[in-house]
Structure formats: C-alpha cells, structure tokens
C-alpha cells in the first residue's frame, strides 16, 4: 500500500489511544502489585526466597544412606561377659517412625535450618556440632537471646540406643518425637511456636519436594517434622573408632585387641571388670558396644553432697529419691565432647576420672554402686599408671569419621552456624 500521509484527526485519534492504553498498563502494575502484596499469613508471614532451591541446599540427587548402615556384627552379638555386650532389644526407635534414607534426608535439612529460630539466627546444629561429634563447643549453648542455657548439650550419638527413650538431662521427654521440638519452643534457646514451626517450614521452597519424597506428600505438620528429625538423629550412629578396629579383630571385649598399646588393653581391663576382679566397674553404668545405659534411669554419681541449684530428674517427678539424679551419656566420643557433667564442671577427662578415684561426694541419693562396701563413697585408689590408662582407652572411643561424613554436615550453601 502507498504510503498516506496521517491527517491531524489521525493524530489526535492515535494519540488519545495511546494515553488510554498507558493509564491501563499503569492500572494493571497498580493491581497486580496490590494483590501479590496481600496476604492471609499475618505480619509475621516472610515471603518465600527467589533464590533457586539448588542455590540453598546442597543435596545429592540420590539420598545418603541412613537406614541400613554397615554397623557390625558384634554390636548384636552378646560375648560372655556377666553384662550384655550388643545393642538388641536397647533400640528406641518406634514401629511408627522406622529410619528412612528420605526421612533422614530431611530431617537433616531442619537440623541445620536456621528459620526454625525468632530472628533466623539459630538451628538445631548450632548447639550441636558435628566437630564436637554433635555436643557443643561451649559449656553451655547460647540461643537467640545470647544467653546460656542452663545444662551442656549432650551428644547426639547412639541417642537410638537408650532403652528408656526418656531425653534431656533431667529426662523430662518422654520420646525423642517429643525431645526434638522442644529447644525450637523454647524462649532462650529458639523461640517460636508451635504454630510458627510449621508455618515457617512451609515458606521455605526447598521442603515440599523433601517432605512428598519423605511421607508421601507435601503437607507440612509438627508431627512429621518431629519424626524427620528424630529419624536423622536416630541414624547418628559411632562405630568406626580405633576401639572398634581391634573389636572386630576379636571374640569378646575382654580379650585384648591387637591393635591396642599395653596401656590402652590395661584400661579396657580396668573399664570392662567389676570391683571384685579389679577392675574400676566403668561398664557397669556405660555397658553394651554403644556404651550407654543400660539401668532403670537417671542415676546420682556423688557431684555434691546436697542439690541445691540443679535438682536434677527431681525438678520432673518430685520424687525425693530424684534430687541431684541425671541422665547417663554415652561414652562413644567422649575425648570430643567436653567440657562433662550436666554443669560442665570438669573441662577434662583427667578430671572426671580423679572425680571417680577420689572426688565423689556422699549425696542422700548417692548410687549404692559407687558405694563402698562400708556404706561411703567408693575410693578406687587407682595408681597414676592405672588413670592414664583409663585415660587412654577412652580415647580408643573416637570415631574421627564423625569430622567427615557428610550426610550428617550442614547442607545450606552459605548458611553458616
């Protein structure tokens, strides 16, 4: 078609057309913004990350395995010793929360998750670090106030191998289920609620992919976060230390391990024998190859004479017989997770064995096996030989695995505890 030069009608015409089309082009951007702003989440709501989710976590494409580890034989396999050497029949696990390589997956992304704190500025292993085999790195963890709690943190390892499944020092959970959202509760430690937990997990971008591959779809409950975690800490399991190397060399604890220095099979002699062999009876109270408890509960081991600022389990069931009473830890990774004892009094090992030889304090509640047969304290009376020993084989207990592994590492990409 030729070209028609435009008359001023056209112009005018054209120009009209244009400031309409641009008033409906601004009125479209008002509305659009005005309704993506708008929210029934509250003023606590936090608009999701645009980062891409591989940007944010750094996972494989193929879960870690967690539920079927290459734990030894011997865990399961009594030796002859008066007490029970394996595992069986110790394990908390529930029917209703078996591990799962997805569920473990991820839990071990809300382990590390700092938006399960007020102020995003605190995860579950900010207090529990891998370094410190998943103790803390202080005597007593500080949360988002930045002030300390009131107990040090106890290893995360072997937490399955507790028969009594009661956690916390003072055992006031019940379950692990229980156990894992009650720092997350708590106003020093996290601080939100229960509401806000998962409210603040559905936000996140990265969980609902996690959540459908872990229970089958990507609802976000209390429930299903509490039974992630305690299945990723419940896969937390210590069996590759320099103890275990010369354990599966072996029939039975008690016969020396090729792999020991004289020392150190001199302080498994003394840790694995009752008082009336010679032996310093350590295995009474850490017993089986997870080294754990294996008694009724909390027991006191004669830090004080009276309780008086930390009543222990007492603070829980009121039970007089509770007064200064606290739960047994592992000994698995010990030399990593100082300082000891509820209150972390003792920054050594050197000290908690003097405390056992020499230091313990003839509480009311004083458990009857760290009595002597006089009714008193038990003094072991051990030569300075005989305490580096202990010294040593508790040292054999260290799984250096534990700096490695990366299915138990923190997998946020520049999120740092």
């Avoid at 394990?91 to 071990?108: E, H, K, M, Q, V």
């Avoid at 054999?396 to 740092?416: A, G, R, W």
């Amino acid at each position: 078609m030729p070209y028609k030069e435009a008359s001023g009608e056209d112009v005018i015409y054209g120009l009209c057309e244009f400031i309409a089309m641009k008033h409906y082009y601004c009125l479209f951007i008002i509305l659009s913004l005005a309704f993506t702003s708008c929210s029934d989440d509250g003023p606590d709501y936090k608009p999701v990350p645009t980062a891409p989710v591989s940007n944010i976590i750094n996972l494989p494409e193929t879960s870690y395995n967690y539920s079927n580890q290459d734990i030894p034989d011997y865990f399961f396999i009594n030796d002859s010793g008066t007490l029970p050497s394996s595992v069986n029949g110790i394990d908390n696990t529930p029917a209703s929360n078996p591990i799962t390589d997805a569920g473990a997956t991820l839990g071990r992304v809300l382990f590390y998750d700092k938006h399960l704190s007020a102020d995003n500025s605190t995860a579950c292993g900010s207090c529990h670090r891998q370094e410190k085999a998943f103790a803390d790195s202080s005597p007593f963890s500080h949360g988002i106030l930045g002030t300390p709690t009131r107990r040090n943190s106890m290893t995360m390892f072997n937490t399955r191998y507790y028969q009594r499944g009661h956690f916390f020092y003072d055992e006031r959970a019940n379950t692990l289920e229980d156990q894992v959202l009650m720092p997350i509760l708590d106003h020093t430690e996290m601080g939100l609620t229960l509401d806000e937990i998962s409210q603040r997990v559905a936000n996140q971008p990265y969980y609902a992919k996690l959540f459908t591959a872990a229970f089958g779809n990507s609802h976000v409950t209390n429930d299903l976060i509490a039974k992630a975690l305690s299945q990723f800490i419940r896969s937390m399991v210590s069996y590759q230390s320099k103890y275990d190397t010369g354990r599966a060399q072996v029939a039975a604890m008690r016969d020396p391990f090729p792999n020991f220095s004289e020392a150190e099979n001199r302080g498994k002699e003394l840790f694995l024998k009752p008082y009336n062999e010679g032996g310093v009876n350590c295995y009474a109270c850490h017993t089986t190859e997870a080294f754990v408890s294996l008694n009724a509960g909390p027991l006191n081991n004669g830090l004080d004479a009276t309780s008086t600022t930390d009543l222990g389990v007492f603070e829980i069931s009121q039970n007089p017989e509770h007064k200064g009473a606290f739960k047994i830890p592992t000994l698995r990774n010990i030399a990593l997770t100082g300082p000891y004892m509820h209150d972390s009094r003792f920054t050594t090992l050197t000290q908690v064995i003097e405390h056992y030889n020499s230091g313990i304090k003839n509480h009311p509640n004083l458990a009857a096996i760290l009595r002597g047969n006089d009714g008193l304290p038990r003094q072991l009376n051990l030569s300075q030989a005989d305490k580096n020993a202990l010294l040593a084989f508790l040292m054999t207990l260290t799984d250096t695995t534990v700096f490695s592994e990366v299915k138990f590492s923190d997998p946020f990409i520049n999120q740092h505890l």
